[in-house]
């Protein structure tokens, strides 16, 4: 018998998103693997609600019809964000190591779409689902799988939504398993590091240190940052319209985060810089929201069939990570303790998001010693770098397959 469906209204997914995330933060609290393995609440709620879905679906057979204009928006929000963040200035402080680190990122980017692309055509699917295999779930994450999983160029690509966010979660959870082992394995054959107090000088430039609560909360700051979005959204919907008229097809979250890009370097330019930790939250809030109504739709049945696939790519993508760390970065940072430890947070973030990276490294600082330069040099290529980099390969090699 055919399901009966039910349209959701856009207010309806807004507050089972605002309650998917409240559950999910109450399940990551009370289940400790959950919580050590980084696993977003609004990925934990959206998947309890997703799965009641299915069983609604089964029975009494009722499919649900979820609305996406308020997800669009919050997408654009959410990139406008990142690109506010982007700061070209910021990769300098870091110097040799941090290029280093980025071509390191790029050349994953890389390797990680031509494994899925691989695996994909072996497993008789479209070439362009295995970017959905790829640097889109692992390397970008959740957020990344859902917004791409919008773009048109995924619109004829099976299970393509489905795929990606299923992927990120593996890959999360496995970078979080895989990520400590092999950086003490590495701290092992470390030689010693040097101290530095790079982290301590990076720290006390904080945005927010030395502000009230008041200033935090002040209405001025927040319409402030308010405006920097939407003037990011501005830019980014001209640079669309200046891509068509190029002949590209871009998506409308790609040039969103352009838009921000350039009003953050103008403003450094100009040296009136972009109150980037309140932008950051919006972006957060955006974020969260979006991956909450991503997870909500979610259609868990339709990855029965690529069970297969999925446990192909998560045991090459991680050995691909690892082998990447272990014999390319690791060297390439001198092999010392830092090195070890900032290859550790490589290996967390390149499988499924910078907070699994970050908690590798904190617990490896916390047992063996401090490793300030690995915080740095992770910190920045990854906030500086990863997003930008993975959006332009991404729809490169979508137009490259397309």
């Not at 009966?4 to 559950?23: G, K, P, Q, R």
């Not at 680190?101 to 497993?123: E, K, P």
């Not at 890959?171 to 092999?182: C, E, F, Q, R, Y």
């Amino acid at each position: 018998m055919a399901a009966t469906t039910v349209a959701v209204t856009e207010l309806a997914l807004f507050v089972l998103a605002i309650v998917a995330i409240l559950v999910g933060t109450a399940v990551n609290g009370r289940v400790a693997a959950l919580r050590t393995s980084g696993i977003p609440p609004a990925v934990t709620g959206g998947l309890l609600f997703a799965a009641l879905a299915w069983i609604a679906r089964a029975w009494p057979g009722i499919e649900l019809a979820w609305p996406g204009a308020m997800r669009s928006l919050l997408l654009l929000v959410f990139f406008s964000g990142l690109g506010l963040s982007a700061k070209f200035a910021g990769l300098k402080q870091g110097g040799v190591q941090v290029a280093l680190l980025c071509v390191v990122i790029a050349l994953t980017i890389v390797v990680q779409n031509a494994v899925g692309i691989a695996l994909a055509r072996a497993f008789q699917q479209p070439a362009a689902l295995g970017l959905f295999l790829g640097s889109i779930p692992f390397l970008g994450g959740h957020g990344t799988a859902a917004a791409w999983a919008q773009a048109a160029e995924a619109s004829a690509l099976p299970a393509a939504f489905e795929l990606g966010i299923a992927a990120a979660t593996i890959g999360l959870v496995a970078g979080g398993i895989v990520s400590g082992p092999v950086a003490t394995l590495l701290v092992r054959r470390a030689k010693s590091s040097p101290a530095t107090d790079v982290l301590a000088s990076a720290a006390a430039t904080a945005p927010d240190e030395g502000r009230s609560l008041g200033d935090v909360l002040s209405s001025d700051r927040w319409l402030r940052a308010l405006l920097l979005i939407a003037a990011s959204l501005a830019i980014g919907e001209v640079f669309q319209h200046l891509s068509r008229g190029a002949g590209l097809n871009l998506p409308a979250f790609l040039t969103a985060m352009f838009g921000g890009i350039l009003i953050t370097n103008l403003a450094d330019v100009v040296r009136r810089p972009v109150d980037h930790a309140l932008a950051e939250l919006v972006s957060t809030i955006a974020l969260r929201l979006f991956l909450a109504m991503s997870m909500l739709s979610l259609k868990l049945w339709e990855l029965i069939p690529f069970a297969g696939l999925l446990a192909a790519v998560i045991v090459a993508q991680v050995a691909l990570i690892v082998a990447l760390a272990a014999f390319v970065l690791f060297p390439m940072l001198g092999r010392d303790r830092d090195a070890a430890i900032a290859s550790g947070g490589f290996i967390g973030f390149a499988m499924g998001a910078m907070p699994v990276g970050l908690g590798t490294m904190r617990r490896l600082a916390e047992t063996l010693g401090p490793a300030p330069r690995a915080f740095l040099i992770i910190t920045l290529a990854a906030s500086l770098f990863t997003d930008t980099a993975n959006a332009v390969a991404i729809q490169a090699f979508f137009d490259w397959l397309n």
